[in-house]
């Protein structure tokens, strides 16, 4: 059982590329194995979220970390969707938050106890096609075991209204209903999260001292900061004056910033043996 981090402001957190020394020291000869969240993390924050993309140079160094250790990205959006967005064999792909993972040979598994709620999940997008559906800028993004609705493109004297809408309808389901960066999201009410999910992933990795590389941006990350624990090497993005609390032991500002982390981290790892 893994205890917890305690939370504190993100500003009193290392800058994880100023500590980069002592986070190589502390790499130096374990098996690591590297998580990744997608928006905010490896992709810019865009209005659209259809628009959503890797940053530059993102990319080759995601696909050089995959052909050194196991890497995995761990998204709120549909599997196949983010699978496409990153564009890089070999990894696995945790979606819907983690309720759907495809392995490295394609092969998938799903939550066993999501499926009860897809019901419920096509009930609140008819419900909400219907109630906020017609709202300017809004839009509802349905994955395999979630529903997302965007309120970023809505006007501030409406978005209050489109969060009611989605939590109410959530709630009245009996879905679990978690806000996030201009998003309400619906989705099973199942003891699961992007946390079970990484450590069913780390599990399944047959090898109990590997070291987790988790880098997140959001609060469904700060679910996998809490049960990686201590030990990982977590990574919150987020600017210095940003007033949240985080779990990571590390933070880095922005995406550009995660790109040179998974560099160093690629150049490390081919200079040293695991
Ligand atoms: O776990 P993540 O990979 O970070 O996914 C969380 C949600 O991210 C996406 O929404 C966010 O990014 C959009 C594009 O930059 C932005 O428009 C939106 O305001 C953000 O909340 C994604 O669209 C959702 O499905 C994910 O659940």
Do not use: N
Not at 191 to 206: E, P, S
Not at 235 to 245: G, I, K, L, N
Request: aromatic share 4%; net charge negative; hydrophobic share 45%.
């Amino acid at each position: 059982m893994v205890t917890p981090a305690t939370p504190r402001p993100i500003g009193d957190v290392p800058h994880a590329l100023a500590a980069w020394p002592t986070i190589a020291a502390e790499l130096e000869h374990r098996a690591i194995a590297v998580f990744l969240d997608f928006d905010g993390t490896l992709s810019p924050i865009v209005a659209d979220p259809a628009a959503a993309a890797l940053l530059p140079g993102v990319q080759p160094v995601v696909a050089r970390l995959a052909r050194q250790v196991p890497v995995a990205v761990v998204s709120g959006r549909g599997a196949a969707d983010v699978a496409e967005r990153v564009g890089v064999p070999g990894i696995h792909v945790a979606g819907s938050h983690g309720f759907e993972i495809i392995a490295p040979d394609g092969s998938s598994h799903d939550q066993p106890d999501a499926a009860a709620s897809l019901a419920a999940l096509e009930a609140a997008l008819d419900e909400l096609e219907t109630a906020v559906g017609d709202v300017p800028g809004v839009v509802l993004e349905p994955k395999r075991f979630g529903l997302t609705v965007h309120d970023r493109m809505v006007a501030d004297a409406d978005a209050e209204a489109v969060r009611a809408a989605a939590t109410t309808t959530g709630e009245r389901l009996g879905l679990r209903v978690t806000h996030g960066k201009r998003v309400t999201e619906l989705r099973p009410d199942v003891d699961w999260d992007k946390g079970r999910a990484v450590r069913w992933l780390l599990d399944r990795l047959g090898d109990a001292d590997v070291v987790a590389v988790y880098v997140g941006d959001d609060r469904t990350d700060e679910d996998a900061f809490a049960a990686l624990g201590p030990d990982a090497l977590t990574v919150m993005v987020a600017a210095p004056d940003d007033e949240r609390m985080t779990r990571a032991r590390f933070t880095v500002a922005d995406p550009g910033q995660v790109r040179d982390l998974l560099a160093r981290l690629a150049d490390h790892l081919d200079t040293t043996e695991s």
